[in-house]
């Protein structure tokens, strides 16, 4: 070209191939540029307790102890947790579905402090428990709450809890898988959307915190998965997504109960291979195979 004269060369963007993933993003770290576990438990232990539930048994009103962990929402004293940490639905006997609350709760903040806690309610559905303590028996500090509509596998995230009665203990891994559904511990019907882990989970988790970079609840430590040889942690635990516990806790609080709508159909998956074998239009979806009453 010329001396003192320019071009404009425009380069279009290729067009995008079929099934190239949208960027993935998740929660800045509460600090520096990595996730950073030591700043999560400084910032949110304090928030995380541990429930020791008693059970009646006859006329023994504390005949029966249990054990789990929970987490401070609110400055109100509210305390979320599994439902069952502090009812018997799943325990002995006990018809899954049929549940009766501990006689007594008491709640142990990270100072080693015990305090009385009320049961509030639990949804048996989605294994989540509603606690209340009187704020002005021991000062709180609520945990905020995040999205787990938006996790992604491979994504960090930490535990704190009481495994073991060791309390206010941290482990941590990455999001394994969402949307699992599992069998639920305190019902017939599926555990549906449950956020499935690798961070070392164990009996005395139950009712903790799952928490994403940022610090922030996802969800709520319910189940793990062992070969059944007793061994206890084996890579596989599942939470409850804090999307839906929010769900239960706001119903809860409300009106004391969670309402559920019913359809009286059991389906199966329909597949890419299904739809072009029956000629159906759509490839993805849920076939009807059984209507009960």
């Not at 804090?242 to 004391?256: F, K, N, P, V, Y």
Request: overall charge negative; cysteine-free.
């Amino acid at each position: 070209l010329p001396a003192g004269k320019t071009s404009t060369v425009v380069v279009p963007q290729p067009p995008s191939r079929s099934g190239d993933a949208a960027p993935v993003v998740v929660a800045k770290p509460l600090a520096g540029n990595g996730f950073q576990p030591a700043q999560i438990f400084s910032s949110r232990a304090a928030g995380v307790v541990t429930i020791v539930s008693y059970f009646s048994s006859g006329n023994v009103p504390d005949a029966s102890a249990g054990q789990g962990s929970g987490f401070v929402v609110n400055a109100q004293g509210i305390i979320l947790t599994n439902a069952h940490v502090i009812t018997n639905a799943g325990q002995g006997q006990v018809q899954l579905g049929k549940a009766a609350p501990a006689h007594t709760v008491y709640v142990e903040f990270e100072d080693g402090d015990r305090v009385p806690a009320t049961v509030v309610g639990y949804d048996l559905y989605d294994d989540v428990g509603v606690l209340r303590v009187d704020p002005k028996l021991h000062s709180l500090d609520p945990i905020p709450l995040g999205d787990s509509s938006r996790l992604v596998v491979g994504q960090p995230v930490a535990a704190i809890g009481s495994p073991f009665g060791n309390t206010d203990s941290l482990s941590v891994g990455v999001i394994s898988a969402v949307r699992r559904s599992i069998p639920s511990l305190t019902s017939r019907y599926q555990l549906v959307d449950a956020i499935q882990t690798d961070a070392p989970i164990n009996h005395g988790n139950s009712g903790g915190p799952l928490f994403d970079a940022e610090g922030r609840a996802i969800g709520i430590n319910a189940q793990i998965r062992s070969s059944g040889s007793g061994s206890g942690f084996e890579g596989v635990g599942f939470a409850v997504p804090i999307d839906s516990a929010h769900r239960s806790m706001e119903q809860i609080l409300a009106t004391g109960v969670v309402r559920y709508a019913y359809v009286g159909i059991t389906t199966e998956d329909l597949t890419p291979s299904i739809a072009k074998k029956f000629g159906y239009a759509a490839q993805r979806g849920a076939l009807i195979d059984l209507v009960t009453s």
